[in-house]
Nanobody
Framework: QLQLVESGGGLVQPGGSLRLSCAAS????????IGWFRQAPGKEREGVSS????????YNADSVKGRFTISRDNAKNTVYLQMNSLKPEDTAIYYC?????????????????WGQGTQVTVSS
């Protein structure tokens, strides 16, 4: 059974950092692109960052470029999202998702499998 489990969320002050993890199980991890998405109250789910199945290609939304970095460890079946210089507008539930393709992207409807999400709150 394919499973994605996010962790690492929490409360952080503006300018702070968090690292989210997405642990995968139940499928051949190296055949799947992985994306991070977020959804704030009253807003649509949006793509944040994605990484290709090999890890060689990454994509970032303009709103997080220069602040967020996505990476993957295929030996550990885990994808990470390092978030620096956090802003209050980054507050949302963050989800990881998987799609069986090499490149992936930032469109939520392109992804087939989703985790339950982890809350990130940026506030002083």
């Amino acid at each position: 059974q394919l499973q994605l489990v996010e962790s690492g969320g929490g409360l952080v002050q503006p300018g702070g950092s968090l690292r989210l993890s997405c642990a995968a199980s139940g499928f051949t991890f190296t055949r799947y692109a992985i994306g991070w998405f977020r959804q704030a109250p009253g807003k649509e789910r949006e793509g944040v960052s994605s990484i290709s199945s090999s890890g060689r290609n990454t994509y970032n939304a303009d709103s997080v470029k220069g602040r967020f970095t996505i990476s993957r460890d295929n030996a550990k079946n885990t994808v990470y999202l390092q978030m620096n210089s956090l802003k209050p507008e980054d507050t949302a539930i963050y989800y990881c998702a998987a799609v069986r393709t090499s490149l992936g992207g930032l469109i939520p409807n392109d992804y087939d499998y989703w985790g339950q999400g982890t809350q990130v709150t940026v506030s002083s």
